[in-house]
C-alpha cells in the first residue's frame, strides 16, 4: 500500500496523474471488475463435444484484456478479406498469452507523418490512438474508444509486438514492460521475401492485479471459449487455432447446436447482419447468448431487446391473441420458456461500459433492422409455445387470482379494522384517499388525524407488518396472501388491469394511497415493499404523480422551552447533534406512530395538502403496461429482507455468488424501473451486493421538495434499511456479536450480572432503556435467551446462563418459556472472556449524549468461532460453523508464539456423531446409529435435525407409507413406490438425549444402500459463504478460519497494547498520588507547613510554593485540585497512615514495574492459560450435569 499523501494546504488536495496512471488507479473504467469472482459461466466441454454451464472462478477484467486483443484479431477479419487465420496460444508453463492474425492490409512500418512516431508503437503503446474515431464512417468492428490492445499492455509485466508488413518488406518488433512504463526501443529489419503481412501480439498478464497466482485452467476454458465465439460469428473463410488445435466451428448454426444439442430443436432465421436462434424449453428458458460484431455481449442489450421483442410481439399479437383474442399474456413470460440466440453486426457500436457486455446503441442507428421471417415465426408458433403460455396465463387468470379482484362499490364488509372513506366506491372516489399504517398504534395515530381532515375522503387500514415481495411470489402465496387480498378489495384492483386509461383508473375505489409509517428504516422498507406490489402488479399506477404518498412525521424531537426541532432521518439529526447547542436541547425518539400524543397527531393532519410526499416515476415511458406476476417462480423468497420472510438458509444461494465484491462499485441506472427492481427482483442479487457497499449514509431525501421519484427513494431512502439490516444480521469478525447482542453484553455489565441473576424481561426492558435499543424488547428476549442456550447445537460456550427453561435439542431451542418466567446472569466464563478490564479502552458509541455500548467488544479468543454464526442480511448472508475453544486457544498461542496454524474441523459440544471432512471447504456431519437384525437404533442425530422434528418426519413416514424423500413432484413420481419394510419405531428420547429404535421387515436392512442419507442421519455443510464485518467495518468474504483468526488478533493485539498502557498510566497517576500524600501529611506531622485558620486561598498557595500539584480523580480527568489533600480526615495525620500509603505506594511500584516488564504477547498468553483451566473444568463439570458416560477433556499441551 502506497503511503497517504500528506495534505498541507487547499491546494495540495488537487493532483495529475498520466492516462496510463489513471488506468491502473481505475482499472474498472477500461476493463471491469479486477477481484476474482464465482460464476456460472458457459465453456466448451471437449470430452462431450458441447458448450456446458460450469462454476468458473475468474477475473472479469483479465478476461477483458484478452478480450480486446483477440477481438482486435477479429477485427482485421473484417477489415481485410485476405485475413483467414487466427492463431491463439494460451501458455499456462510460461504464462503468456499470444494472438496471432494474417491478412494483407496489416499494420504499416513505417513512422506516421503528423506525431512522427511508428505506426504500430501508436497503436500498442500510445493510449486513445485508434482507426474508429472518424463517426462518419460506418464500421462494423468491436473497437470504438482507442483503448483495445493498450490496455492489455498496461496491465502486463511483459508486452511483445511482431509486425510483418510485406506492402513495405519490413518486420517490426517492440518490447513493453512493467505495465507499459518502459518501452524498448523498436527493432526494425527486412521482411525476407516469400513471408506475408501479420501481427502477433504477446503478453505476459501481470497477474497480482487480477487476483490470481497463475494462467489457470478457469480462465483456459474461459479463453476457449471465446475462442468458438469467434468461430461461430465470424465468416466461415476464418480458421481459428487454440494451441495449435483447429476449431471446427464455422457458422453461427454451428456455434449453437453446441449448447443444446440433446434438447428440443433449434429454429433458425438468417438475415444479412443478423442471425437469430430460439430453444423452446420450459425449464431452462429466460436466456440470451448474443453477439455483436464478435463481442459476446452477455448481459445482452438494446440488440437483444430488438429482436426479443419483434419476435415476442409478433407471437403474442398473430398466433396467441388469434387463438384466444382475451387472454392476456405477459412478454416475460413468454421470455421465460425461450433462449434465444443472436448473431448481429451492428454499425458503430456503441456500449454501457469498456466492459462491453451490454449494447447501448439505439436502434436507429443500428444500420439494419431485424424483422423475423414468417417462415421462422411460423415454426416458432408450431413448437407448443402458443399452446402452453395460453393454458398458463388461463390458468392463472381464471383459475386463482381472479377470485380475489376487487371491484368499485360503496359498502364493503368483511375486512377487520377497515376504517372506509364516506365516498369510497361513490363517483367521487378518485378523490378519496386509503391511509395504510404500520400496525394498530400507527392506525390510532391516524384515527387522531381524522379529527382534523374528516372521513369522507380519508379512509384507514392498518397493515399487519410486512407485505409479500409479491415480485418472487407464486400464484398460491398470492391467492392466500390475506393482506393483498384485502387490499385488492380494499382499493378495487383487477389482476393484471392496466390503469393508464381515465375511465380504467375511476373503477378504483381510492385514486391515492397515503403510507403512514414510523420515520425509521423499517418504515422505509414497508414503503418500498408496497411501491413493489404495485410497481410489479398494476406497473400504469406508478405512473401516476401522486397515487403513492406519503406523510413524514418526526422520528427525533430536540426541545428547548419552547423551542422544537423535529428530525426526520437519523442523518440530519447526527449533522445537527455534532454542532454546540445541541448539547442545550432535551431529546426524544419517536419509536414509532404509537408514541406521538394525540395533539401531535392532529399537527401532523393539519395543512396535511402541503406536507404530503407525492412519488412520481420520471421514466413513464420504460414502466410496461402489463404487469409481469411472476407467478410460475416457484422460490419462495419473499423479501429484500429475505430473514424476515423464510427462514430456510439454504434458499440464499444465489445471494451468495459473486461474493468476492471488494473494490466493486455499483453506478444505477437513473431508471425507476431499475431502481425498484434493484431492491426486490431475486436475479438483481449480485447486483445488491455492489450497492451496498457504494452505501453513503449522507445520500438522503430531501422532503422539502414534495415530489420524490421513485429512484430517489429506492436509493436515497430504501437503501438505509438495506444497510441497516445488514448491520443487523452480519456479526462482527472481533467479538463475534451481532448489535443487539452487543446491546445486551453491554447492558448486561451496567446490571451487574456477574453478581446478580434478572428476569429476562427485566433484562430486555434494562437493555432498551440503557442502550438506546429502538425496536420491540420481543425480539431482544430472542436474543437474550439465544445468548443463553446451552444445549448440543447451540452455544460452545453461552455468554449468559440459563436459569429456567431456555430450550432444549427436543425443538432446537424453540421449546423455551415466557421471558417473564426465566432468568438469566453472566455465565461462569463470561468475564474471563470478555474481560471487564478492557471495558476503558474501548470505543464507546453515544446517543443523545449518554454512552452506550462499544463498537465492539475485545474478547481474548475469538467468540466467532466458538459460537458460529448465521445472518442473512440484504444481498449477503452468512455461516459458520462453532469450532473447539480448546484448539482456537492452541492456535492463538501458535500465531502469538509465530507458529504454524493447526487445522481445525467444525465442532459442537456434547456431539456424539461424527463430522468428516470431504476438502477443505466442505463437511459431511453424521448422527450415531447401530444396525441390529432388523432394529436401527439411533443414538444421535446430525446437527440441526431436532428430536422433536425428526420424530414427525417418521410420523409422516408411517403415515405416507413411502419413503423419506423431499416432496414428491412430477419428475421423481417414478421413486415414490411404496414401502412396507419401515414398520415402527420406539422413542425413548429425553431433552437432552437422542434414543429412537426402527423396526423393519426382515432382511431388509441387510440390504438397504444408503441408510444415513434415507433416513436423514447426514447433513453437508460448508464453509463457503463466511461473511462478516471486518475490524475496518466492512463486508468482507473470509476463504478460511484461518484468516478469521489472524483479522481477530491484530485487533486483539492492539487492545492489549492499549490496556497495558492505560493500566501502566493508572498506576502512575496512583503513585503520584500517594507520594504527594505522604509529603503533606509528613510535612503537617513535622509542622512545615502549618494551614490552620487560613483561608483556601493562602492553603494552596502554600501547596503550589512546595511543590504540590493539583490532580483530579483520575489521570484522565481534566478537573484538577487540591481535594485530594485537603479532602483527606484527620485521621490520616497519623504515623499508621502513612505506613499504609508508604505499603500502598510499594505494593503499587511493585505492580507497575511487574506489568511494564512484561509484553502484550505474555499477558495474553497468561489469560489464555487462566481460560483454559476454567473453561476445562467448566466443561467436564457440564457433561458430569448432562452426559456422565461422555470422555472428559484434558487440558491442550502449551507450545
Known amino acids: 500500500m502506497s503511503p497517504k499523501k500528506v495534505i498541507k494546504s487547499d491546494v495540495d488536495k488537487y493532483d495529475k496523474i498520466t492516462p496510463r496512471e ?32 460450469k462454476k468458473i472462478k475468474y477475473t472479469p477484467g483479465f478476461l477483458k484484456i484478452f478480450d480486446e486483443t483477440l477481438v482486435n484479431a477479429r477485427d482485421a477479419s473484417v477489415n481485410d478479406n485476405t485475413c483467414d487465420t487466427i492463431k491463439i496460444e494460451y501458455n499456462i508453463e510460461e504464462s503468456f498469452i499470444s494472438i496471432f492474425n494474417n491478412g494483407d492490409i496489416g499494420i504499416p512500418v513505417e513512422e506516421h507523418p503528423v506525431h512522427k512516431t511508428m505506426v504500430p508503437s501508436m497503436i500498442f503503446g500510445e493510449l486513445l490512438t485508434s482507426s474508429n474515431y472518424n463517426d462518419t464512417e460506418e464500421r462494423t468492428t468491436g473497437g470504438r474508444n482507442g483503448l483495445g490492445s493498450k490496455v492489455s499492455n498496461i496491465f502486463s509485466k511483459k508486452f511483445i509486438i511482431e509486425i510483418d508488413d510485406a506492402k513495405r518488406g519490413k518486420r517490426f518488433q517492440q518490447i513493453w514492460k512493467d505495465n507499459m512504463s518502459i518501452a524498448e526501443t523498436p527493432k526494425i529489419t527486412k521482411l525476407p521475401n516469400k513471408l506475408k503481412s501479420s501481427v502477433k501480439v504477446t503478453f505476459f498478464p501481470d497477474l497480482e492485479r487480477f487476483g490470481i497466482d497463475n494462467l489457470n485452467n478457469d480462465h483456459f476454458n474461459l479463453f476457449y471459449k471465446r475462442a468458438f465465439d469467434i468461430a461461430g460469428t465470424t465468416t466461415n473463410k476464418l480458421k481459428i487455432y487454440f494451441n495449435e488445435k483447429k476449431i471446427d466451428t464455422t457458422t453461427f448454426k454451428s456455434y449453437i447446436e453446441l449448447y443444446y444439442p440433446a434438447i428440443n430443436e433449434i429454429y433458425y432465421d438468417t438475415h444479412e447482419r443478423w442471425t437469430v436462434g430460439i430453444l423452446y424449453n420450459q425449464e431452462i428458458g429466460g436466456d440470451q ?173 392498518p397493515l399487519k407488518g410486512k407485505l409479500l415481495n409479491v415480485r418472487e411470489a407464486t400464484a398460491s402465496q398470492l391467492l392466500n396472501n390475506e393482506e393483498i387480498k384485502n387490499l385488492k378489495i380494499i382499493l378495487g384492483l383487477k389482476q393484471n388491469e392496466d390503469y393508464s386509461n381515465d375511465d380504467k383508473f375511476n373503477s378504483l375505489r381510492y385514486g391515492h394511497i397515503l403510507l403512514l409509517t414510523d420515520s425509521d428504516v423499517d418504515g422505509s422498507h414497508i414503503k418500498g415493499l408496497f411501491i413493489n406490489m404495485i410497481h410489479s402488479m398494476w406497473p400504469s399506477l406508478i405512473k401516476r404523480v401522486d397515487f403513492i404518498q406519503s406523510l413524514n412525521t418526526p422520528i427525533i424531537k430536540a426541545t428547548k422551552g419552547k423551542d422544537i426541532i423535529s428530525f426526520y432521518n437519523l442523518t440530519d439529526y447526527d449533522n445537527w447533534k455534532e454542532t454546540p ?62 430473514a424476515e420472510e423464510n427462514s430456510d438458509k439454504e434458499n440464499f444461494d444465489e445471494e451468495n455468488k459473486n461474493d468476492d465484491i471488494k473494490n466493486k462499485i455499483y453506478i444505477p441506472i437513473h431508471d425507476d424501473d431499475d431502481a425498484i427492481r434493484l431492491a426486490f427482483e431475486k436475479s438483481r442479487s449480485d447486483d445488491r451486493k455492489k450497492w451496498l457497499m457504494s452505501y453513503d449514509k449522507n445520500k438522503i431525501i430531501n422532503y422539502e421538495q414534495k415530489t420524490v421519484p421513485y429512484f430517489d427513494f429506492i436509493h436515497c431512502d430504501l437503501i438505509h434499511f438495506s444497510n441497516e439490516d445488514l448491520i443487523r444480521s452480519i456479526p462482527s469478525v472481533i467479538d463475534g456479536l451481532k448489535p443487539s447482542q452487543r446491546k445486551i453484553l453491554y447492558g448486561s455489565f451496567l446490571r451487574g450480572l456477574d453478581k446478580d441473576e434478572v428476569k429476562v424481561a427485566q433484562l430486555a426492558g434494562f437493555v432498551s432503556d440503557r442502550a438506546a435499543y429502538h425496536h420491540g424488547e420481543m425480539s431482544l428476549n430472542g436474543a437474550i435467551i439465544g445468548m443463553a442456550q446451552n444445549f448440543t447445537g447451540s452455544n460452545n460456550i453461552n455468554i449468559l446462563k440459563p436459569i429456567g427453561q431456555f430450550g432444549t435439542k427436543l425443538r432446537g431451542g424453540k421449546d423455551y418459556a415466557s421471558a417473564r418466567y426465566i432468568w438469566t446472569m453472566f455465565d461462569d466464563l463470561t468475564t474471563t472472556i470478555y474481560n471487564p478490564i478492557d471495558n476503558p479502552i474501548l470505543d464507546h458509541q453515544f446517543e443523545d449524549g449518554n454512552q452506550i455500548e462499544p463498537e465492539y467488544y475485545a474478547p481474548i479468543i475469538p467468540m466467532i468461532l466458538v459460537n458460529g454464526a448465521e445472518g442473512i442480511g440484504t444481498g449477503f448472508s452468512t455461516k459458520i460453523p462453532p469450532y473447539n475453544p480448546l484448539q482456537i486457544i492452541q492456535n492463538i498461542r501458535n500465531i502469538i508464539n509465530d507458529k504454524d496454524f493447526e487445522y481445525m474441523d467444525p465442532w459442537w459440544q456434547g456431539f456424539n456423531g461424527t463430522v468428516a471432512k470431504i476438502n477443505d471447504y466442505n463437511y459431511e456431519i453424521y448422527g450415531l446409529w447401530n444396525i441390529n437384525n432388523d432394529k436401527l437404533t439411533i443414538t444421535e442425530l446430525p446437527i440441526g435435525e431436532w428430536t422433536s422434528n425428526y420424530k414427525e418426519l417418521l410420523e409422516k413416514l408411517l403415515e405416507d407409507n413411502q419413503p423419506i424423500k423431499n416432496k414428491p413432484n412430477e419428475k421423481n413420481k417414478k421413486m415414490q413406490k411404496k414401502n412396507n419394510s419401515f414398520l415402527g419405531y420406539k422413542d425413548n428420547n429425553t431433552d437432552t438425549d437422542v434414543y429412537f429404535e426402527l423396526m423393519f421387515e426382515e432382511d431388509y436392512l441387510e440390504t438397504a444402500k444408503d441408510i444415513d442419507k434415507t433416513f436423514h442421519l447426514c447433513k453437508k455443510y460448508s464453509i463457503t459463504n463466511m461473511h462478516l464485518y471486518s475490524p475496518e467495518g466492512i463486508i468482507k468474504k473470509y476463504n478460511t478460519i484461518e484468516e478469521i483468526m489472524r483479522d481477530f488478533y491484530r485487533v486483539r493485539l492492539k487492545c492489549y497494547e492499549k490496556r497495558k498502557k492505560h493500566q501502566l498510566d493508572i498506576l502512575e497517576f496512583q503513585l503520584k498520588l500517594i507520594s504527594f500524600k505522604v509529603k503533606f501529611i509528613l510535612m503537617i506531622i513535622k509542622k512545615q507547613i502549618d494551614i490552620n485558620n487560613k ?91 448432562t452426559n456422565p458416560t461422555t470422555k472428559k477433556i484434558k487440558k491442550s499441551k502449551k507450545n
Open 1095 to 1185: 483561608k483556601k486561598s493562602e492553603i494552596e498557595d502554600l501547596l503550589e510554593n512546595n511543590d504540590f500539584p493539583k490532580l483530579g480523580k483520575s489521570n484522565d480527568d481534566s478537573k484538577v485540585s487540591y481535594d485530594y489533600l485537603l479532602s483527606m480526615p484527620l485521621y490520616n495525620l497519623s504515623n499508621e497512615k502513612i505506613e499504609d500509603l508508604k505499603k500502598q505506594q510499594n505494593d503499587k511500584e511493585t505492580d507497575y514495574k511487574e506489568l511494564k516488564s512484561k509484553t502484550e504477547f505474555t499477558i495474553w498468553n497468561e489469560e489464555l492459560d487462566i481460560l483454559e483451566q476454567k473453561y476445562t473444568k467448566w466443561y467436564n463439570k457440564k457433561l458430569e450435569n
Open 289 to 461: 447468448i448474443s453477439f455483436v460484431n464478435g463481442i459476446n455481449t452477455y448481459k445482452g442489450g438494446t440488440h437483444c431487446n430488438h429482436v426479443i421483442d419483434n419476435i415476442i410481439k409478433v407471437l403474442i399479437n398473430d398466433y396467441i391473441k388469434k387463438k384466444d383474442k382475451d387472454i392476456k399474456i405477459t412478454p416475460s413470460i413468454l421470455k421465460e420458456n425461450l433462449i434465444f440466440f443472436i448473431n448481429s453486426t451492428i454499425i458503430n457500436p456503441a456500449f454501457a461500459s469498456q466492459t462491453k457486455d451490454t449494447l447501448t446503441t439505439k436502434i436507429d442507428k443500428f444500420g439494419s433492422k431485424y424483422e423475423p421471417s414468417p417462415t421462422f415465426l411460423k415454426k416458432v408458433a408450431k413448437c407448443g409455445i402458443v399452446e402452453h403460455m395460453i393454458e398458463l396465463a388461463k390458468f392463472k387468470e381464471s383459475s386463482s387470482l381472479k377470485k380475489t379482484d376487487g371491484k368499485k362499490q360503496v359498502k364493503i364488509s368483511g375486512i377487520p379494522k377497515l376504517e372506509d372513506a364516506n365516498k369510497a366506491g361513490s363517483k367521487e372516489s378518485n378523490k378519496c384517499t386509503l391511509i395504510l399504517t404500520e400496525g394498530d398504534s400507527a392506525k390510532a395515530t391516524a384515527m387522531a388525524g381524522l379529527s382534523v381532515i374528516g372521513r369522507d375522503n380519508f379512509g384507514i387500514f
Open 581 to 642: 447547542e445541541s448539547n442545550n436541547y432535551k431529546i426524544k425518539y419517536y419509536k414509532g406512530l404509537g408514541t406521538s400524543t394525540s395533539q401531535e397527531a392532529k399537527e401532523y393532519f393539519t395543512d396535511i395538502q402541503e406536507k404530503l410526499i407525492k412519488y412520481y416515476c420520471e421514466n413513464i415511458n420504460k414502466i410496461k403496461n402489463i404487469a409481469d406476476n411472476n407467478e410460475n417462480n416457484d422460490d419462495n423468497n419473499n423479501d429484500i429482507n429475505e
Open 22 to 53: 489513471h488506468v491502473l488507479l481505475r482499472p474498472d473504467t477500461y476493463i471491469g471488475d479486477i477481484e476474482p469472482t464465482t460464476e456460472d459461466m458457459w465453456i466448451f466441454s471437449e470430452d462431450e463435444n458441447i458448450m456446458k454451464k
